[in-house]
């Protein structure tokens, strides 16, 4: 669900399909089922040259040296909530990158951003005692980077998570100075990769990736109908940035419960 609340109202929802994937165990992924491979072609496939640096580099690789970075620990296991790719072709708003330790706690996340230039950012932030409640994971970070043509960039991203488990809930509200401005939640519930559960996908949401740019686009149309002005799109920043008191505050661990 996608919600605009202000300067108009304006709200969409649409069906999708995401995929959990254990950067780990990549392997062992694309052996579950024929209709599905990694880092190859496939009526649904996961391939790591669309995600973290979209070099084709292995992404644990990159999760590792941004957590260095950070001033992180090296999480013992990361697993990564995306779009998979259908038919060749994947577009992801949002991806989130789990970060645990070797007591399977949650110890950082990497929000990573797309928009429909082709640009992409990451936000790192690592999970402190006070992120965690009975909701989940809740996290503010300051907007760095462009993604609407109708949204300023002085504005917040409130993130709150729960799970992932046998459910994954995803909300996003995006606050200027004087409160909030657009609201996008994601709720799925876990099914096992097999053949069957990939075809029930790919027709219950056929066309995924092509209905998310083609939905986006859209919805942009009927916002610029509704007379809201276009906001310029500034540089891209760094592909990366980190929490603005890295290192000087230890990670903080805490078990995620889901629901609310």
Not at 58 to 83: H, K
Not at 233 to 255: D, L
Request: contains cysteine; hydrophobic residues 40%; glycine residues 10%.
């Amino acid at each position: 669900m996608h919600a605009r609340l202000k300067p108009v109202g304006h709200r969409f929802s649409y069906l999708v399909s995401s995929i959990l994937i254990d950067l780990d165990r990549l392997a062992q992924a694309g052996s579950k089922s024929r209709l599905f491979s990694v880092n190859r072609a496939n009526l649904v496939s996961f391939n790591e040259r669309h995600h973290g640096p979209r070099d084709g580099s292995p992404l644990r690789q990159w999760v590792d040296t941004l957590m260095e970075n950070a001033g992180f620990a090296r999480p013992q296991q990361v697993s990564l909530l995306c779009y998979p790719t259908v038919l060749g072709y994947t577009f992801n708003p949002l991806s989130v990158y789990f970060c645990r330790d070797e007591d399977g706690e949650l110890t950082a996340l990497i929000y990573q951003v797309h928009n429909t230039f082709g640009e992409t950012h990451s936000y790192v932030e690592p999970v402190r005692p006070g992120d965690l409640g009975p909701a989940g994971i809740r996290q503010s970070r300051a907007k760095g980077f462009y993604v609407s043509p109708f949204m300023e960039m002085e504005m917040t991203y409130h993130f709150r998570i729960s799970g992932p488990g046998e459910t994954v809930g995803l909300r996003i509200l995006e606050t200027d100075s004087s409160g909030p401005v657009l609201s996008a939640c994601f709720f799925g519930r876990h099914e096992a990769l097999t053949s069957g559960t990939l075809l029930a996908v790919v027709l219950k949401t056929a066309g995924i990736t092509w209905k998310t740019i083609a939905g986006i686009h859209y919805e942009a149309l009927r916002l610029w109908l509704m007379g809201l002005k276009l906001v310029d799109r500034p540089p891209a920043p760094a592909p990366v940035s980190y929490p603005e008191q890295r290192k000087a505050e230890p990670v903080g661990k805490g078990r995620l419960v889901a629901g609310e």
